[in-house]
């Protein structure tokens, strides 16, 4: 099991996901903070959210799916959608409010690879791993040849890998692990070098995101 995947198993973030509320932070030992949106996570899709999943294609791979509201919405749609996530808790959530989910790193073996449709990368998973390129070269694998990725940048423009804690302001502390932030001049960078093109991208409510085709596919204009 990596650092990564022990980091978010338990901890100030399982204890966060149980009672759906923060405060939750991710932490350098620099101490600089970045603020956790647990209760967003926790709640039903907001408009950001609506204009991710009006954008999916086909079955859709939700990484990092945390306490499964994309999945829960899809499912209730009727659409075909899987979260992975490696918090046991986060599966329970995502269970508990209809969807389907394994407890599972994207680097693992997963179900239907190479048949997903769309893979979403929400809420700064794009981060997992603290390597974007390497985490987009292996999502390549996962979705199907017409597949795409959505992908949400942070709103500023940065290119970071870092390791970081997850904290909750209160003593509590996780492990330490890597991982990444970028925007969205970054995001199109580590994209072009796994692969992939920027299509389309987009801000509701100052969340901004991009959706990501092979390079092989045509940008749209």
Do not use: K, Q
């Not at 796994?194 to 749209?220: D, K, Q, Y």
């Amino acid at each position: 099991m990596t650092v990564t995947t022990t980091a978010w198993r338990a901890g100030p973030y399982a204890d966060a996901l149980r009672s759906g509320r923060g405060p939750l932070y991710l932490s350098r030992d620099d101490g600089w903070l970045l603020p956790l949106e647990v209760e967003r996570w926790c709640d039903a899709p907001d408009a950001a959210d609506l204009s991710v999943l009006g954008r999916c294609r086909g079955p859709v791979l939700d990484i990092g799916c945390g306490p499964g509201r994309l999945v829960a919405a899809l499912a209730a749609a009727g659409r075909r959608a899987l979260g992975v996530d490696v918090s046991p808790e986060a599966v329970a959530r995502t269970l508990g409010l209809g969807g389907t989910a394994l407890c599972r790193s994207v680097f693992d073996p997963l179900p239907g690879e190479g048949r997903w449709g769309t893979a979403l990368l929400i809420d700064g998973n794009i981060g997992i791993g603290g390597d974007p390129a390497a985490l987009l070269r292996r999502v390549l694998r996962v979705v199907s040849r017409s597949g795409r990725v959505v992908a949400e940048c942070a709103p500023v423009d940065v290119d970071e890998r870092c390791e970081v804690r997850v904290v909750d302001g209160r003593g509590g502390s996780g492990r330490r692990f890597p991982w990444a932030r970028v925007g969205a001049p970054a995001l199109a960078a580590h994209a072009a070098a796994a692969g992939w093109a920027v299509t389309e991208r987009w801000e509701v409510t100052g969340r901004h995101f991009a959706v990501l085709a092979r390079e092989s596919s045509p940008p749209c204009r």
